[in-house]
């Protein structure tokens, strides 16, 4: 699985990008707004064999992918989309030293174009903590709409948390998509 956009390369990780994605995973500032992490190398590990795993079957449903810079190689993060049924659900991480340059932002407009074109969903959503604030303009940007406020929907590191729920539809991601293009022109 490989996609490509004007600066990215985003395509199934392999077990040799373990340390590069460790490089981040490990870093308590990135795990802030995560069910996971800080990582141990063991964790990382764990977590590639995992992902390597799910790249096999047929039916495949989830896609959790390593967003690489084009010219160079270099794994800065990774998107993830998750099939469930007729929905799919997306998640992004990004290394610091990479961060503010809108790399996330192309890699998830690249994502749900193949949700939407390649897997044929119907509706893409997405959560964040309301202190993400910058995963909240990722969304914003690629053109979802907040549904709302997920109200201590979920348990992790010792408490509760909120989150926003963000979402678009294929209707919506065409019509976002046709005004998106029209802009460049």
């Known amino acids: 699985m490989q996609l490509?956009?004007?600066?990215?390369?985003?395509?199934?990780?392999?077990?040799?990008?373990?340390?590069?994605?460790?490089?981040?995973?490990?870093l308590p500032e990135v795990t802030t707004y995560t069910a996971w992490g800080p990582n141990t190398e063991v964790d990382t590990q764990a977590y590639v064999k995992d992902v390597i795993a799910q790249q096999?079957?047929?039916s495949r449903q989830n896609y959790e992918l390593a967003i690489c810079l084009k010219n160079e190689g270099t794994l800065i993060g990774g998107i993830g989309i998750h099939i469930q049924q007729?929905?799919?659900?997306?998640?992004?991480?990004?290394?610091?030293n990479y961060q503010g340059k809108g790399y996330v932002t192309e890699a998830?407009?690249?994502?749900?174009?193949?949700?939407?074109?390649?897997?044929g969903v119907h509706r893409i959503f997405a959560t964040?903590?309301?202190?993400?604030?910058?995963?909240e303009k990722v969304m914003q940007k690629i053109g979802m709409i907040r549904e709302g406020i997920m109200?201590?929907?979920?348990y992790y590191k010792?408490?509760?948390?909120?989150?926003?729920l963000y979402s678009i539809l294929a209707n919506e991601y065409r019509?976002?998509?046709?005004?998106?293009?029209?802009?460049k022109r």
Do not use: M
């Open 128 to 135: 964040c903590r309301p202190a993400n604030i910058a995963s």
């Open 108 to 119: 998830a407009q690249a994502i749900l174009a193949y949700g939407f074109e390649t897997l």
């Open 56 to 58: 096999q079957p047929s």
């Open 4 to 26: 490509e956009t004007q600066r990215l390369v985003i395509r199934d990780i392999q077990f040799t990008d373990w340390k590069a994605i460790h490089s981040y995973t490990q």
């Open 175 to 183: 019509k976002y998509s046709n005004e998106s293009n029209k802009k």
């Open 151 to 154: 109200r201590e929907h979920w």
């Open 158 to 164: 010792g408490e509760f948390h909120d989150s926003y």
């Open 86 to 96: 007729t929905n799919a659900e997306i998640g992004y991480v990004l290394n610091p």
